[in-house]
């Protein structure tokens, strides 16, 4: 079975530009979830949905925003980029909110 | 809220020698408790895991055991190989958190030959 795949891998872009980034869960799981890493730290959550509802956020301002499709693949976008935003962008699935989640291989974001 | 302290690295090792990483948490409830590791310019793989007290997560070697009096996980690994050489998070998932596991900044580890 696939894993969790993530588009693109790496994506570079000017400050003041918008991003999307994208995630297919593992087949079967219901919910996804998304986590910056910033160089040297540990990830930080920024958005949980579960069958197409937001269930959890993080402490991230509102130009950060997230959407669940029918088949359960999720898309992040960032607004208004700052060169802050650069950093490992990881995103999880798991089979409902509560359970073991198993991480893609991350987009790498570097805003210029 | 929830919280994770990891001991700080970098630790180094020679190959064969015995690992442990500290890890003590704060959540509420009764969590579940994970291993992750993550080998250099890449996601985070799940190494071991326990859900409720006592019990014991392995997986390549790698045990930890869930300490609910302590509030401790910590990961041990008998004999290391330069493979092993990564950064590993402990990560609380609280019962009510929906999904949301709380990282601390990770233990990196190099395993010398």
């Known amino acids: 079975d696939a894993g969790v795949t993530q588009s693109p891998t790496h994506l570079i872009k000017t400050r003041g530009q918008q991003v999307t980034l994208r995630c297919s869960p593992i087949?079967?799981?219901?919910?996804v979830s998304w986590y910056q890493q910033v160089l040297g730290q540990g990830p930080q959550f920024i958005f949980q949905?579960?069958?197409?509802?937001?269930?959890g956020r993080g402490n991230f301002p509102d130009r950060f925003s997230a959407r669940q499709f029918p088949n359960y693949s999720s898309e992040l976008n960032v607004n208004a980029l700052l060169l802050g935003d650069s950093a490992l962008y990881l995103c999880?699935?798991?089979?409902?909110?509560?359970?073991?989640?198993?991480f893609g291989q991350g987009t790498r974001l570097t805003v210029v | 809220g929830n919280s994770v302290t990891q001991m700080e690295g970098p630790v180094t090792l020679s190959e064969e020698a015995f690992l442990t990483i500290n890890c003590t948490y704060t959540?509420?409830?009764?969590?579940?408790l994970f291993w992750y590791v993550q080998y250099p310019g890449e996601g985070l793989q799940l190494l071991l895991k326990?859900?409720?007290?006592?019990d014991k997560g392995s997986n390549k070697g790698f045990e930890a055991t869930y300490r609910k009096e302590t509030t401790s996980f910590h990961l041990e690994k008998g004999s290391v190989q330069v493979s092993d050489s990564a950064v590993y998070f402990c990560?609380?998932?609280?019962?009510?958190?929906?999904?949301?596991?709380?990282f601390g900044a990770g233990t990196q580890v190099v395993v010398t030959p």
């Open positions: 999880a699935s798991s089979r409902q909110g509560g359970t073991e989640a198993f």
């Open positions: 087949s079967g799981h219901k919910s």
């Open positions: 949905y579960y069958e197409k509802e937001e269930r």
């Open positions: 959540a509420t409830g009764y969590p579940s």
């Open positions: 326990a859900t409720k007290a006592d």
């Open positions: 990560a609380p998932l609280a019962t009510d958190s929906w999904g949301k596991l709380q």
